[in-house]
């Protein structure tokens, strides 16, 4: 199994969730990939992979709800299964978190799982001047611009 990592590095307990997924995957049929973060993560960590075709299986983020979301609008035209591991404040989308993940990993190792398709919004803002285009997966909020409040 090939894993993609996404993180955010200024929540709590990264670390500790990045050596719980290095271990719970450490075998030869696993491989770690980081997506983002590359510097930081070569600097902080002894696995390092760069995956440079995002051949992965799953991808694993590590943060909150925005953590999750960015990795969605930065990967999601690879369509592959996201896992979030909720490090952050937020964590309504997340389905783990640093206390049940080795849990949640022993069930993926053993292909004890349900992926729920979820669809996304492209959206485009036309204005007189250009065309703005966004990957929307939460809502999409449509308002009259900056409020005077």
Same mark, same amino acid.
């Given at each position: 199994?090939?894993?993609?990592?996404?993180v955010?590095?200024?929540?709590?307990?990264?670390?500790?969730?990045?050596?719980?997924?290095? $271990?719970?995957?450490?075998?030869?049929?696993?491989?770690?990939?980081?997506?983002?973060?590359?510097?930081y993560?070569?600097?902080?960590?002894?696995?390092?992979?760069?995956?440079?075709?995002?051949?992965?299986d799953?991808?694993?983020?590590?943060?909150?709800?925005?953590t999750?979301?960015? /990795?969605?609008?930065?990967?999601?035209?690879?369509q592959?299964?996201?896992?979030?591991?909720?490090?952050? $404040?937020?964590?309504?989308? /997340?389905?783990?978190?640093?206390?049940?993940?080795?849990?949640?990993?022993?069930?993926?190792?053993?292909?004890?799982?349900?992926?729920?398709?979820?669809?996304?919004?492209?959206?485009?803002?036309?204005?007189?001047?250009?065309?703005?285009?966004?990957?929307?997966?939460?809502d999409?909020?449509?308002?009259?611009?900056?409020?005077?409040?």
């Amino acid at each position: 199994m090939r894993i993609g990592i996404y993180v955010n590095k200024n929540k709590a307990f990264v670390k500790d969730i990045i050596d719980i997924i290095s $271990n719970n995957f450490s075998s030869p049929d696993h491989s770690i990939f980081f997506i983002n973060e590359l510097e930081y993560l070569k600097d902080n960590f002894n696995i390092y992979n760069e995956n440079d075709d995002n051949s992965y299986d799953f991808i694993f983020t590590i943060g909150g709800d925005g953590t999750i979301l960015s /990795a969605i609008r930065s990967e999601y035209i690879h369509q592959k299964p996201i896992l979030g591991i909720h490090a952050g $404040n937020l964590g309504f989308l /997340a389905e783990s978190d640093i206390n049940i993940c080795k849990e949640v990993f022993d069930l993926i190792k053993e292909s004890k799982y349900k992926i729920e398709k979820r669809y996304l919004f492209d959206v485009q803002v036309h204005d007189n001047i250009k065309v703005d285009n966004y990957i929307c997966a939460n809502d999409v909020v449509l308002s009259r611009g900056t409020s005077a409040r």
